[in-house]
């Protein structure tokens, strides 16, 4: 079984600061874990992937992740908030069962907002 | 740049009665799916697609949900009659290929309100 936890519902903060969205998960097999971000009326859209190369990640505009297995966690940073990145954002996990699930398991969000 | 449609933006229909959703998925990609969202809750998987085929499903959905692909570009999802707790966002995806780590490709959603 799988799933995640988003640690904060709603983080805000001031335009050119950094960003940290924290997530952990729980799975019984090597994980797949994603960030998806999502902006007001659009679809779910790809931020970053952690697929068991290597550990620090790097996405599209300017986000990391950095997988920790001891710590199960899979948290997203930036290092300059643009006030383009408010939206939500959902961590997601995806295991590697075998059995030919590969449904994804979402967080609850965590929704940014960015302060001029 | 390809991506998934999905229509209605926003569907209103009455308790008791059938509603179908609609998809595009992007042209190439052979793996689809459904998710849901209730408000305030996460986002849920309910059905993956491959072959016009079910590949796999949750307990959410059952016998009241059932999903076609009626022909080459278009995969719906149906609710033969709604109940007031299937009010929620519903979001369409479609995969290239159905690998571990492979990226989902999501649509805007349809935000389905039963009164």
């Known amino acids: 079984a799988q799933s995640v936890t988003q640690l904060d519902s709603h983080v805000s903060v001031s335009e050119g600061t950094p960003v940290l969205l924290r997530c952990n998960y729980s799975?019984?097999?090597?994980?797949?874990l994603f960030w998806y971000v999502q902006h007001p009326n659009k679809g779910l859209q790809l931020l970053l992937k952690?697929?068991?190369?290597?550990?620090l990640v790097k996405g599209i505009n300017g986000f990391e992740a950095e997988f920790k297995k001891s710590e199960t966690s899979f948290h997203l940073t930036k290092p300059s908030a643009h006030m383009s990145d408010a939206a939500e954002y959902f961590c997601v996990v995806s295991d590697n069962s075998g059995a030919g699930s590969y449904q994804l398991t979402f967080g609850k969000g965590t929704k940014l907002s960015v302060i001029p | 740049e390809p991506e998934v449609t999905q229509t209605p933006s926003h569907q209103v229909t009455q308790m008791g009665q059938e509603v179908i959703l609609r998809c595009v998925p992007i042209?190439?990609?052979?793996?689809f799916y459904w998710y849901r969202q209730i408000l305030g809750q996460k986002v849920e998987f309910l059905v993956s697609f491959y072959n016009n085929e079910i590949s796999e499903k949750s307990e959410i959905f059952d016998d009241q949900f059932s999903v076609e692909r009626p022909d080459g570009s278009n995969f719906t999802l149906k609710i033969r009659s709604t109940k007031l707790e299937d009010s929620a966002m519903y979001f369409c995806a479609s995969s290239q290929r159905e690998a571990w780590g492979n990226e989902q490709f999501f649509g805007p959603g349809t935000r389905l309100t039963v009164l």
């Open positions: 952690y697929t068991s190369a290597a550990t």
């Open positions: 042209s190439n990609h052979l793996y």
């Open positions: 799975s019984s097999y090597s994980p797949s």
